[in-house]
């Protein structure tokens, strides 16, 4: 008791100052201590006791102390500790103040509230870390569970100190909030919703952390880095980012290539328009000739024999090469894609692999690529894609086919230097 009244009797007795005022400015130099002190003591806490809790955690084997530091659980405490301390003084600080002394422990009664939200988030953050370690929830919208808890708490907080400020009973508070529910309901409704979502998504396992996803009504193609209770994170692959309400997830549609990721291959499924006019019938000079390409010359050879067997054997006027069964430049190009294709060493076999016609157009016949690369990687899959269709560009003139083009504005001026 003698040592709250240091300052005051310093006044007093040596610096002759009347008492009240003495009694003011033992207030403030006990404030003044008090700040002093506990400001030190948390400088200490951070530079001694964290040095010392880093050298014990770097022993350990487990990962969770460490993740513990890293979001300053142990500081947040040392903040409790410091307010808790710091109202055990009030007492002895407003000695002379009753009127000071309450509302003293109010402010710091709010103050530890605080310090308690903050040192609660700091664990649950630890907690979402090192459930992230884990294999099972890697992939896991944690944040979301947090930020959730995170609201409820600061809004339970928020009610806390407002009672503890006003001399309210908590009970009416609460009786408040009910009457203010559907306000509530309606300020939160992001909120709220986005935990819906988020709940759905865990369960359905709709989408994970680092999926690639295409959502083209808000413009996203790319990896998800982060999923919270009110928006999803895209990384597209520009490097731009787009935020996606949490709930559009449920509620909209979108592209998740997880499933591709996790196939054989990745699909190919790209055409190019082969000119009408340039689809004949082959006559016998050019079998001859096509039977020189090594990968069609066995096929060219046995379906051509078939094929004049079964004109002899029906006696076909060959004559005329529309008569009978005959082979098409094209019919037999489709067939040299396949067997390309076949022996590509970067074509999943095991999955869809075939060569089609689609319906002609006035831009002619789409020849189209259906296969599966064995590389999902974005990168490589464009180049083995690039590689085929330079082939299938660079093949079709042996085939006396012709790749459609639109005139351009130099093919018009030949057609006219011409006239």
Same mark, same amino acid.
């Given at each position: 008791?003698?040592?709250?009244?240091?300052?005051?009797?310093?006044?007093?007795?040596?610096?002759?100052?009347?008492?009240?005022?003495?009694?003011?400015?033992?207030?403030?130099?006990?404030?003044?201590?008090?700040?002093?002190?506990?400001?030190?003591?948390?400088?200490?806490?951070?530079?001694?006791?964290?040095?010392?809790?880093?050298?014990?955690?770097?022993?350990?084997?487990?990962?969770?102390?460490?993740?513990?530091?890293?979001?300053?659980?142990?500081?947040?405490?040392?903040?409790?500790?410091? $307010?808790?301390?710091?109202?055990?003084?009030?007492?002895?600080? $407003?000695?002379? &103040?009753?009127?000071?002394?309450?509302?003293?422990?109010?402010?710091?009664?709010?103050?530890?509230?605080?310090?308690?939200?903050?040192?609660?988030?700091?664990?649950?953050?630890?907690?979402? @870390?090192?459930?992230?370690?884990?294999?099972? $929830?890697?992939?896991?919208?944690?944040?979301?569970?947090?930020?959730?808890?995170?609201?409820?708490?600061?809004?339970?907080?928020?009610?806390?100190?407002?009672?503890?400020?006003?001399?309210?009973?908590?009970?009416? &508070?609460?009786?408040?909030?009910?009457?203010?529910?559907?306000?509530?309901?309606?300020?939160?409704?992001?909120?709220?919703?986005?935990?819906?979502?988020?709940?759905?998504?865990?369960?359905? @396992?709709?989408?994970?952390?680092?999926?690639?996803?295409?959502?083209?009504?808000?413009?996203?193609?790319?990896?998800?880095?982060?999923?919270?209770?009110?928006?999803?994170?895209?990384?597209?692959?520009?490097?731009?980012?787009?935020?996606?309400?949490?709930?559009?997830?449920?509620?909209?549609?979108?592209?998740?290539?997880?499933?591709?990721?996790?196939?054989?291959?990745?699909?190919?499924?790209?055409?190019?328009?082969?000119?009408?006019?340039?689809?004949?019938?082959?006559?016998?000079?050019?079998?001859?000739?096509?039977?020189?390409?090594?990968?069609?010359?066995?096929?060219?050879?046995?379906?051509?024999?078939?094929?004049?067997?079964?004109?002899? @054997?029906?006696?076909?006027?060959?004559?005329?090469?529309?008569?009978?069964?005959?082979?098409?430049?094209?019919?037999? &190009?489709?067939?040299?894609?396949?067997?390309?294709?076949?022996?590509?060493?970067?074509?999943?076999?095991?999955?869809?692999?075939?060569?089609?016609?689609?319906?002609?157009?006035?831009?002619?016949?789409?020849?189209?690529?259906?296969?599966?690369?064995?590389?999902?990687?974005?990168?490589?899959?464009?180049?083995?894609?690039?590689?085929?269709?330079?082939?299938?560009?660079?093949?079709?003139?042996? $085939?006396?086919?012709?790749?459609?083009?639109?005139?351009?504005?130099? @093919?018009?001026?030949?057609?006219?230097?011409?006239?």
């Amino acid at each position: 008791m003698e040592s709250t009244k240091l300052f005051y009797n310093l006044y007093t007795n040596t610096f002759h100052i009347d008492k009240t005022t003495a009694e003011y400015l033992n207030v403030i130099s006990n404030l003044i201590v008090i700040a002093i002190l506990g400001y030190l003591i948390y400088r200490l806490v951070k530079l001694v006791g964290s040095k010392m809790i880093r050298k014990i955690a770097a022993k350990t084997k487990t990962e969770f102390d460490d993740i513990l530091i890293k979001n300053k659980v142990f500081l947040n405490l040392s903040r409790v500790v410091i $307010f808790m301390i710091t109202y055990a003084f009030l007492e002895y600080i $407003f000695i002379d &103040f009753p009127e000071l002394l309450n509302h003293g422990k109010k402010i710091i009664n709010v103050c530890i509230v605080i310090s308690l939200i903050l040192l609660i988030k700091s664990i649950l953050s630890s907690i979402k @870390d090192y459930l992230r370690t884990l294999t099972i $929830f890697k992939d896991k919208p944690l944040e979301s569970y947090v930020q959730i808890f995170m609201v409820f708490l600061w809004l339970v907080g928020l009610i806390v100190s407002i009672s503890i400020l006003s001399n309210r009973p908590l009970a009416r &508070f609460f009786t408040t909030l009910g009457a203010f529910s559907a306000v509530l309901l309606l300020i939160f409704k992001d909120a709220i919703l986005g935990f819906v979502a988020s709940i759905q998504i865990s369960v359905y @396992d709709t989408v994970r952390l680092q999926d690639w996803i295409t959502m083209e009504k808000y413009g996203a193609d790319g990896n998800i880095i982060e999923i919270n209770l009110t928006s999803v994170i895209v990384q597209n692959f520009d490097n731009t980012i787009t935020s996606i309400p949490t709930y559009s997830l449920i509620s909209d549609s979108f592209k998740n290539w997880r499933a591709m990721n996790n196939s054989g291959g990745r699909r190919i499924k790209r055409a190019v328009s082969i000119k009408m006019s340039s689809i004949k019938f082959v006559s016998k000079e050019d079998l001859e000739k096509l039977k020189k390409i090594e990968l069609i010359g066995s096929y060219v050879r046995d379906k051509s024999n078939e094929i004049e067997k079964f004109n002899l @054997d029906h006696n076909i006027n060959k004559k005329i090469l529309i008569n009978g069964r005959n082979l098409t430049n094209f019919g037999i &190009f489709r067939k040299y894609i396949d067997l390309y294709l076949e022996q590509h060493p970067k074509i999943n076999k095991e999955l869809t692999l075939m060569t089609r016609q689609l319906t002609p157009t006035s831009k002619g016949i789409p020849l189209e690529i259906y296969a599966f690369s064995t590389n999902k990687e974005w990168v490589i899959y464009e180049r083995i894609i690039a590689d085929i269709f330079d082939h299938i560009c660079a093949s079709v003139s042996y $085939f006396d086919l012709e790749i459609f083009e639109s005139p351009t504005g130099n @093919d018009i001026a030949q057609i006219n230097s011409f006239k």
